[in-house]
């Protein structure tokens, strides 16, 4: 059994893999897998998600597939029929091109068992903005003796036009005098934090809601706990 994750780029696979890295343990020990798969970027995502997600799901009757990509940026998709203004919008799009591949696949009465599978969420932002999520990880990325700050809480609602994966950027140009590796660097904080870390601060307060529901969905399928 396994849950098939798909992300915009490899550096999102890879830096979802080492944050989940205690969870894929135990998910193996209960005979269940976790696969992220990059489809490269945002557009080739709206392109393959339909037919990759329809396959995985006929493929066995027991293997989840989520739907990751970034919400932002989303204007370059006005006026095509990828156009999604908000989360609700992107999370529709989603299903509606896994749904309309399954009738060519699947038996009728299969259509709706399928979806029941398929979750369409989004990251909101780049994956930074889980970065931005632990800021005691970040800091010590960036050799800081103060918590690096000067964003909208929770992260997800950062502002698009000042977006996650640009604060990282500065912050690693005016910290570190270099710039910002995106597989490597991110890969090295979230290998070093704990996922209740990402999901809540230090009083408790949710911090990526979008995010955690994504995972809830997974602990409820496979009745496996990840934080």
């Not at 890295?21 to 193996?28: A, E, N, V, Y």
């Not at 696949?105 to 969420?121: D, G, H, I, M, T």
């Amino acid at each position: 059994m396994k849950v098939w994750v798909y992300l915009e780029g490899k550096s999102d696979c890879k830096a979802l893999s080492a944050l989940w890295g205690d969870w894929i343990s135990i998910l193996r020990v209960n005979g269940w897998g976790i696969q992220t798969i990059s489809l490269e970027n945002k557009s080739k995502f709206f392109r393959k998600i339909g037919p990759r997600g329809a396959e995985k799901l006929l493929n066995d009757e027991n293997d989840l597939v989520v739907g990751l990509p970034d919400l932002y940026p989303n204007r370059y998709y006005e006026n095509t029929e990828f156009r999604h203004r908000n989360l609700r919008e992107l999370k529709d799009l989603q299903r509606m091109l896994v749904k309309r591949e399954l009738p060519a696949r699947a038996r009728p009465n299969e259509v709706q068992s399928c979806l029941s599978r398929f979750y369409p969420s989004a990251l909101k932002h780049d994956l930074e903005m889980l970065l931005l999520a632990t800021p005691n990880h970040l800091q010590s990325q960036l050799k800081m003796s103060t918590k690096p700050q000067g964003w909208r809480l929770p992260p997800e609602e950062q502002n698009q036009d000042n977006p996650p994966k640009r604060i990282v950027e500065q912050l690693f140009r005016t910290k570190l005098k270099r710039s910002y590796r995106e597989i490597s660097d991110c890969h090295t904080i979230l290998n070093k934090a704990d996922l209740s870390e990402v999901l809540f601060d230090e009083r408790g307060g949710e911090q990526c809601p979008c995010f955690r529901c994504m995972i809830d969905w997974i602990v409820d399928k496979t009745g496996v706990l990840a934080y």
